[in-house]
Every structure is written in C-alpha cells, then in structure tokens.
C-alpha cells in the first residue's frame, strides 16, 4: 500500500467510524459498517456496507435514506464524492 493510500484509508476508517457511532445513537437496528476499496480506482471503487441486526431493519428505506444521508455528508465534507452512493452504498443483516 503506498503512503497516499494509507493516508486515504485512515480517513475513510475515521468518518466511518463516526458515521457508525451517530448510526447506533440514532438507527434502530442498526450494527456496523465496512468497506471495500481498490485505491488505484478510488473513489469510484469504493463500496460500503451498512450492516443490520434484522433484514427488516436493513430494508427499512427512512432508515436506509438516513444512513445514505450521513455518508454523503461525512465524505464530501472530507472531499469524497461518490459518483452514485446508492450503487456504492449497500444495507444487508446478520
């Protein structure tokens, strides 16, 4: 991993860690995050995925709409846009 890509990779693991812990104050159900990245495509190869404790709560689309909110507002405030979070941006359960 080159030094720019780590740079990259710890904010991501910063704002997504502060998007997880306003997710568990605020969603119901709601468990963790993760992400997937190839640093040479990014930030069009990054992918998130919003984990639920239920399926009924992953496919709940306020909760859904929410959460797509925070990560849009997290990453363009640290200058990430993703071109279309709802392709980038995944809901699944346990």
């Known amino acids: 991993m080159r030094k ?7 904010q991501l693991r910063n704002l997504l860690t502060q998007i997880c812990e306003v997710a568990l104050q605020e969603i119901q159900g709601y468990k963790w995050v993760s992400h997937k990245v190839n640093y ?7 992918v998130i ?5 239920d399926l009924y709560s992953a496919e709940n689309a306020e ?8 990560i849009q507002q997290k990453l363009r405030a ?5 071109n279309n979070v709802r392709k980038q941006v995944f809901f699944t359960s346990q």
Do not use: H, M, V, Y
């Open 49 to 53: 995925t919003c984990t639920f404790e």
């Open 63 to 70: 909760q859904q709409g929410i959460l797509l909110n925070l």
């Open 4 to 10: 720019t890509d780590k740079k990259i990779d710890n």
């Open 40 to 46: 040479a495509r990014f930030p069009e190869s990054l």
């Open 78 to 82: 640290a200058n990430i846009e993703l």
